[in-house]
């Protein structure tokens, strides 16, 4: 079993930088691919940041790239996100999950187990 919690989220203005932190429990948390989704109102949840257990292969979607940097402390057991030049359409409920099964990074969310709470983030114009 494994359980996640983000924080970090908040209110910031077009050009802004935010920090999400995922913290997970689990012993075996260093053998997993960890993501970070994020969903939109009316939208549905889409791929933005993942990384392999070690932290050696990260994908990132196009509309975050060379923005947004994910990050992981296999000691600490947290996955972090780091924003940079945040956007107003990067508004959106961010969540953090976990793959079991895997060795590498992939996109589509049915392939991750487990699923933090989520944290809101709101990027005003």
């Known amino acids: 079993q494994v359980q996640l919690v983000e924080s970090g989220g908040g209110l910031v203005q077009a050009g802004e930088s935010l920090r999400l932190s995922c913290a997970a429990s689990?012993?075996?948390?260093?053998?997993?691919?960890m993501g970070w989704f994020r969903q939109a109102p009316g939208k549905e949840r889409e791929f933005v940041a993942g990384?392999?257990?070690?932290?050696?292969?990260?994908l990132y979607a196009d509309s975050v790239k060379g923005r947004f940097t994910i990050s992981r402390d296999n000691v600490q057991n947290t996955v972090s996100l780091q924003m940079n030049s945040l956007k107003p359409e990067d508004t959106a409920v961010y969540y953090c999950?976990?793959?079991?099964?895997?060795?590498?990074?992939?996109?589509?969310?049915?392939?991750?187990?487990?699923w933090g709470q989520g944290t809101q983030v709101t990027v005003s114009s």
């Open positions: 990384t392999t257990w070690n932290g050696g292969s990260r």
């Open positions: 689990g012993r075996t948390f260093n053998r997993y691919v």
């Open positions: 999950a976990v793959d079991r099964t895997r060795s590498r990074v992939t996109t589509p969310s049915i392939m991750y187990e487990y």
